[in-house]
Nanobody, 123 residues
Framework: QVRLTESGGGSVQTGGSLRLSCAASEDTSVFCLAWFRQAPGKEREVVAVIDTGNNTGYTDSVKGRFSISRDNANNALYLQMISLRPEDTAVYYC??????????????????WGQGTQVTLSS
């Protein structure tokens, strides 16, 4: 069972940038990977996904601001976030789904989850 560990969260001013990382305990090349987030009082939602062929998908609210990438040599997943907004405040989770898989936003299809990292925006 793959273990996922997020890092890189913190407090940042509106308009700032952060890079989240997710370290996996197994070879990531056989997983589709994703970032989800959950804001206070809201349901968890997809942010970005990347499949084993490096095809990506983003929720509309982050398109043009966030970029998902993976480094299979280091079993890592990243989320580069720029132009951050107060509404980006949330706990960000890394998730994985074993191949065969594709670019999917369905949360229920992801079998493995990290513990989350907090991102807080201040004005």
């Amino acid at each position: 069972q793959v273990r996922l560990t997020e890092s890189g969260g913190g407090s940042v001013q509106t308009g700032g940038s952060l890079r989240l990382s997710c370290a996996a305990s197994e070879d990531t090349s056989v997983f589709c990977l994703a970032w989800f987030r959950q804001a206070p009082g809201k349901e968890r939602e997809v942010v970005a996904v990347i499949d084993t062929g490096n095809n990506t998908g983003y929720t509309d609210s982050v398109k043009g601001r966030f970029s998902i990438s993976r480094d299979n040599a280091n079993n890592a997943l990243y989320l580069q976030m720029i132009s951050l907004r107060p509404e980006d405040t949330a706990v960000y989770y890394c998730a994985a789904r074993r191949w065969p898989c594709g670019v999917t936003f369905r949360m229920s299809l992801y079998n493995f989850w990290g513990q989350g990292t907090q991102v807080t925006l201040s004005s």
